[in-house]
């Protein structure tokens, strides 16, 4: 019989994986994305997904999408300064 281990433990070990662990640290902007833009931005976007590296971002409408196409430089800044292990390395605005 194998030796039981603690639930932490376990967890511990399967976000050491890499591949888990970088989807977790792309997934932390996820969570942190009205930090990342603000609420106004927030408001108005819906993070549809994060494939390849890539954040789809759904904008309200085609105005807001339209300006966020301006703001990706400043946004991909943000990301990239306060979640350099995250693995986004590019937003597309849907």
Do not use: H
Not at 18 to 24: A, C, D, N, Q, T
Not at 33 to 51: A, C, D, Q, Y
Not at 58 to 66: F, G, P, Y
Request: hydrophobic share 40%.
């Amino acid at each position: 019989m194998s030796e039981a281990k603690r639930l932490d433990e376990i967890i511990k070990e399967f976000t050491k994986e890499e591949s888990v662990s970088s989807r977790l640290r792309a997934y932390q902007v996820v969570g942190e994305w009205e930090k990342i833009v603000g609420p106004l931005i927030s408001r108005n976007t819906e993070i549809s997904r994060i494939e390849n590296g890539i954040l789809f971002v759904k904008a309200s409408n085609s105005t807001w999408r339209n300006e966020l196409v301006f703001m990706k430089p400043v946004i991909m800044r943000k990301i990239r300064e306060s979640y350099p292990d995250s693995g986004v390395g590019d937003i597309f605005f849907i």
